[in-house]
């Protein structure tokens, strides 16, 4: 299926979803990308486009997979 992608640690097809939210819960953005994608990537264009959609947002707190470099 196009979209998906193939995790090879987990050894499945799938999608990942990684959500902006504000601090009461409010979904600002949504990113749908295949498994393979990295974390990494995938974070800085979600942060780029609650850049742009909402300017006011100052501040972002992420997991520990949302790294500003990627994984040796």
Known sequence: MAGQGT????RITSRE???????????L???????GVSDA???V???????GAHPRVTKAWVDAGYRTAPRP
């Open 7 to 10: 995790h090879a640690g987990k």
């Open 17 to 27: 979803r990684h959500l902006g939210c504000d601090t009461l819960g409010l979904l």
């Open 29 to 35: 953005t949504v990113l749908v990308t295949a498994v």
């Open 41 to 43: 990537a995938a974070g």
């Open 45 to 51: 264009t979600l942060l780029t486009r609650i850049a």
